[in-house]
Each structure stands twice: as C-alpha cells, then as structure tokens.
C-alpha cells in the first residue's frame, strides 16, 4: 500500500487535513508500505508531462474565461460547456492561461472495471479537459496519472463518484506513452438511513469521532469491511484475518452500502464483550477520567471497574457509555433521584419507609466484605414484612433508588461491597430523610 496524499488543490495543503487522513488510518491500524507522499512535492515532474502534452500535440493553451466559454456556446447554439474553441488559436502561455488536453474526435476509451465491469466512452462526449490551471498548478488528473505510473500502482481501489475520472486518466496515459494501466476497482458510495450519500455537513463520517466516542479499532474495521460486501458464510463478527482471507474485490457489490449505526454498535459491543477485564479497564479509563466523566477525577478507582468490568461489558455498546453504569459509586452522594425510579420505588412502594429502616438495620451489622451476606440482608428484609403484612414487600428496589438514584442498573450487591459501608448507610439514611 502506498499512502499519497494529493494535495494538488493547494486550499488542502494543511497539517489539518493531513492528520485526517493519517491518524484514523494508525487507529484503525492500517499501515502503508511506502509513504507518505505529497503531490505537491512532485509538481515538476506533473508540469513535465504538461509540457510534454503541449510539445507533441496532444495538448494547448487556452486563455478563455467560463463566462467566454459560455458565451460562444450560446453564440453556436451548442450545449453548455467547452466545445474546443482554443484548439487552433496558438494561445500563447501567460498568467491565467490553462493548459487543456486535445481529447481524440474519434474511437472510444474502454476499460474493465473490477466490480463495474466494462466501461466504455465515446470520446466525442468529453471535452479538452484542463490539466494546468491559470495559476500553473496541475490538475488531479494530470497528477494522478503521472504519479500512478511512477510509483507502478497495480490496482486503484476508491469510490465509485470517481469512475468517471478513469476514462480521461487513461487518455493521458496513453498520450504519455506509460504502457499498462493499473487495475481499477469503484467500490459503491455509502449512504445513510434515508439512502442519500454520506455527507459532512449531515452525517457522523469522521473517524475521529467514532474513537471519541470508544469504538473499537477492531469493530470499525470489522464494520467497514462489511460495506457492500459480506462474507459467503454470513458470519459478520469475525477477527480482520479471518476477512482478509475471505475477501475479493470480485464478490463487492456495486449497490449504495449502507452505513448502518445499529450494525455497527452490535459489532462494537460484541469486541467489548470479548475483552478481558484488564483490557477493558485500559481502554476505558479515558472515558471514566477525561473532562466529561461526572465525578471529581480523583474519585475514580480502576479496581472498581475491574471488578464490575462483566457487568458493565455486557451492558453498553460504545466505550462512552460505561461511566453512566458506574457513576453513582464514584459519586460523592446522590444529588438527585430520577422521579419515575423515585415514585415507583418510594412513594407507591409497599412500606418503603420501613424497607429503609429495617435494611439500615441490617447492614450496620453486615463486614460488607461478602456480596452474598448483603443480598441476603437486604431481601430478607422483604420477605419478613411480606410475611407480616401478607403483602409483597419488595425490598430490593428502594435500596437500589436509594444508593444508586435509578430504579434499574448493574447488580446491587457486589457493587455495595465497592461502594462500601460508610457510604451505603449514609445514602440509606438520606433516602429516608427525604421521604419524611
């Protein structure tokens, strides 16, 4: 793999732009062979081959304007658009001039597209293409061609939006005398839930912030391949190796792939559920310690989370998620109670009230070094005032609004054991304040 950056539009020539594209790709731990390359430092040999155009023909300077363009199209009663009117002005070369490249009256341009199959043009259908721009600059096409046959690229694989390039590329190929083209192959566009081409501006495309969000390197290359391909099998969640030797550009299909978020989080999720407690905790330690974690830093325990870290894995999709699971042991209190959870649990409760008194009770005898000792504390209570009301008590669910301020969440128990004496008691007693 070679890794080019083409930079010929010289608004793109940024650090910026260039951490875009090489930072997702060590995230996703794709590496390249040779590189990175940026066309702006090969912009001699691009001129040469301009140069090498004009000189033999096949190309010629043409100083017209769009809005002149148009106007002789109008004038001729021709289509809009460039009918060849600097063909044989001998334009001479000066600031603004382009050069064009003289497309042949006659034949066709025709190639074998991996997934598209064959593609042929008329070249009575494509105008003198620019390949120098007024400022002196090649164009992208002149540039791709010239350093595609430099750098012998076997095989351009890139989106289908570009294919109508290849036709005007292998034009200048054969002007230029380089001999075999390289293999193409236009993958299908991706599209979103409404089926409209993924957009910047209206779609999450940036895989900067898929990371952001904890997505696992893994799961994104998993999802990614899976974009207008599948493997014959239809097993989806599967090691990168696995679909390396599965895959062929052959079996890609040519329909729009959608880019669904579903898919992908249940590909995400899967790679957490995999991990290993002490992989787990590495990964999301910055989710649990960064600006957005909703406690003091200090208060974050990584044990804690190694503990919980099954419970916590089998519950979110995203990295991201996993501090909402934890929050209320590395919270200093309970601030607020959610009101459903609160209602629920306390108001419509069988005898909360005398729930939270009696597990008080029971607790403060309890060494909270045994997860079993709590659980059976706490539902023993239930069961004693479900005998002596002859109603169901449900001791359980006050307890847990009470510690956590959510009616559901991980398991209780073993999480009190972490949470810790002192503190259950104190968040016990606060809940039973409040009902007063």
């Known amino acids: 793999m070679v890794l080019r950056i083409e930079d010929t539009d010289a608004s793109k020539k940024t650090d910026e732009f260039v951490d875009a594209i090489l930072e997702p790709l060590k995230w996703l731990g794709i590496d390249w062979d040779e590189g990175p390359f940026f066309q702006s430092d090969r912009a001699e040999l691009h001129k040469a081959a301009v140069q090498q155009l004009v000189d033999n023909g096949n190309?010629?300077?043409?100083?017209?304007?769009?809005?002149?363009?148009?106007?002789?199209?109008?004038?001729?009663?021709?289509p809009a658009g460039y009918h060849g009117w600097s063909r044989d002005r001998e334009v001479a070369d000066g600031p603004g001039v382009v050069v064009r490249f003289r497309a042949p009256d006659e034949g066709v341009t025709v190639f074998d597209d991996v997934i598209r199959g064959r593609v042929e043009v008329a070249h009575e259908n494509v105008e003198d293409f620019v390949i120098r721009r007024g400022d002196g600059s090649p164009t992208f096409l002149i540039a791709n061609a010239v350093d595609d046959h430099d750098m012998s690229i076997s095989h351009v694989i890139r989106g289908e939006d570009l294919l109508n390039t290849v036709p005007k590329v292998l034009m200048l190929w054969d002007a230029l005398g380089y001999g075999e083209p390289p293999i193409y192959a236009h993958l299908p566009l991706l599209v979103n839930e409404q089926r409209k081409k993924l957009s910047k501006r209206r779609d999450d495309v940036a895989l900067g912030e898929f990371a952001s969000k904890g997505y696992l390197p893994e799961a994104m290359v998993n999802s990614l391949a899976l974009l207008g391909w599948g493997p014959s099998d239809e097993v989806e969640v599967r090691p990168i190796a696995e679909i390396i030797e599965l895959f062929t550009l052959e079996t890609v299909n040519k329909s729009a792939a959608f880019f669904d978020m579903k898919k992908l989080d249940h590909i995400n999720a899967e790679y957490i559920k995999a991990l290993d407690a002490a992989q787990f905790v590495e990964l999301v330690e910055p989710?649990?310690?960064?600006?957005?974690?909703?406690?003091?830093?200090?208060?974050?325990?990584?044990?804690?989370?190694?503990?919980?870290?099954?419970?916590?894995?089998?519950r979110i999709a995203t990295l991201?998620?996993?501090?909402?699971?934890?929050?209320?042991?590395?919270?200093?209190?309970?601030?607020?109670?959610?009101?459903?959870?609160?209602?629920?649990?306390?108001?419509?409760?069988?005898?909360?009230?005398?729930?939270?008194?009696?597990?008080?009770?029971?607790?403060?005898?309890?060494?909270?070094?045994?997860?079993?000792?709590?659980?059976?504390?706490?539902?023993?209570?239930?069961?004693?005032?479900?005998?002596?009301?002859?109603?169901?008590?449900?001791?359980?669910?006050?307890?847990r609004v009470a510690l956590t301020g959510h009616s559901a969440g991980i398991p209780l128990w073993q999480a009190m054991t972490l949470l810790g004496k002192e503190a259950c008691l104190d968040r016990l007693r606060a809940a039973r304040a409040r009902l007063d």
């Open 59 to 78: 190309a010629y300077f043409c100083d017209l304007t769009r809005e002149q363009i148009d106007a002789k199209s109008d004038e001729a009663g021709l």
């Open 287 to 314: 989710h649990m310690t960064g600006d957005d974690a909703p406690w003091p830093v200090e208060a974050y325990r990584s044990e804690v989370v190694e503990a919980l870290a099954p419970e916590i894995q089998q």
């Open 320 to 399: 991201s998620e996993a501090p909402s699971w934890v929050s209320w042991i590395f919270a200093p209190a309970i601030d607020s109670y959610d009101e459903k959870s609160w209602n629920k649990a306390m108001i419509k409760g069988k005898a909360s009230a005398r729930v939270l008194d009696e597990v008080v009770s029971a607790l403060d005898a309890e060494s909270f070094d045994d997860a079993d000792a709590l659980e059976a504390a706490v539902m023993g209570v239930g069961n004693r005032l479900t005998e002596e009301t002859e109603t169901r008590v449900m001791s359980q669910a006050p307890v």
